[in-house]
């Protein structure tokens, strides 16, 4: 039996599969999108806010950092 999954991008289903060259997604316009979203900050991974400063290459300890 084979499995199928829901698009993440329009919900269609796709069978899991080799005949599914997209998958998760249903098509390759939906793998596009999807990665365009991304691309655009539209969707992120949930972090915490550093400060840049704080871990900054040229930190005090750094050689050459006088």
């Known amino acids: 039996m084979a499995t ?14 080799p005949q599914s060259p997209w998958r998760p997604f249903c098509s390759e316009r939906c793998r596009l999108v999807d990665l365009g979203e991304w ?12 400060d840049p400063d704080e871990d900054s290459p040229m930190s005090e300890h750094s050689p050459g950092a006088h």
């Open 4 to 17: 199928i999954v829901s698009c993440p991008r329009c919900g269609k289903s796709v069978i899991w599969g």
């Open 39 to 50: 691309l655009d900050e539209n969707h992120r991974i949930p972090g915490t806010e550093e």
